[in-house]
């Protein structure tokens, strides 16, 4: 969907493989839509077309294509993930359920968990119900509207001071809140989360979606045996 948030996973994963040769790196086909309808449009404003029956498309398409496995790099898209799922019947590495596991792994009693991300996943309550099954509560910076600007300027052009700033202000606010683990939960600030303070203990769901996509390409049959020799011709030439 978003163009920056397509890349940026990509190149996490690419980063992410101990390679020697491109014939090392991880297959991929990739359904870069930008005319998925807006989600943020649909959820928060109540208008525009509903992005399901696109997001299904693109799905059944890569599957058609032989793809084993699907990810999405958009948090706030995951509210239509059950269409996606019961549309396909490959498996669905999802983005949230990743990080909710990851913030239950590592919140202390507070039991609070930061979450920095577009207004629409506060307006669905898509991570709130996630994170309350595990016994923690999301809380979410008062300013949805900054919030919004500062994802549309990344969006329109790339990451700037400004949304920097605001990502900061968000953060340090949550922070007071007693949130020091927060959610990084949408990509476009994914590419500006190094701008968070120090005392943070950053989660970002981009992250997590890397981690999972390399840990199922290892299982496959096709690949766990290449994967591993080349992890171990890695590891000889580091010592």
Request: aromatic share 2%; glycine share 4%.
């Amino acid at each position: 969907m978003g163009p920056k948030a397509t890349v940026h996973l990509m190149q996490r994963v690419i980063d992410a493989v101990p390679a020697i040769d491109d014939a090392d790196h991880i297959p991929l086909i990739v359904d870069q839509n930008p005319q998925v309808p807006s989600r943020i449009a649909r959820l928060i404003d109540g208008r525009g077309d509903d992005p399901a029956p696109v997001l299904v498309t693109m799905a059944q398409r890569l599957e058609k294509a032989g793809v084993q496995a699907l990810a999405m790099p958009c948090n706030t898209a995951h509210h239509f993930a059950p269409q996606i799922k019961a549309a396909v019947g490959i498996p669905f590495l999802n983005m949230v359920e990743l990080a909710v596991r990851a913030a239950a792994a590592q919140c202390d009693a507070s039991g609070r968990v930061g979450v920095l991300c577009s207004p629409a996943i506060r307006e669905v309550g898509l991570l709130d119900a996630a994170l309350a099954e595990v016994g923690l509560e999301a809380i979410y910076p008062h300013d949805d509207a900054a919030m919004l600007a500062a994802i549309r300027q990344i969006k329109a052009e790339g990451p700037q001071s400004l949304a920097r700033t605001t990502l900061a202000t968000a953060s340090s606010e949550l922070l007071k809140k007693r949130a020091e683990i927060q959610l990084i939960a949408c990509t476009e600030f994914s590419t500006i989360a190094r701008h968070l303070p120090k005392a943070v203990r950053r989660i970002d769901t981009l992250d997590c979606l890397v981690t999972e996509i390399l840990t199922f390409a290892k299982g496959q049959p096709h690949s766990k045996s290449s994967f591993d020799a080349r992890r171990s011709r890695v590891s000889e030439q580091q010592y």
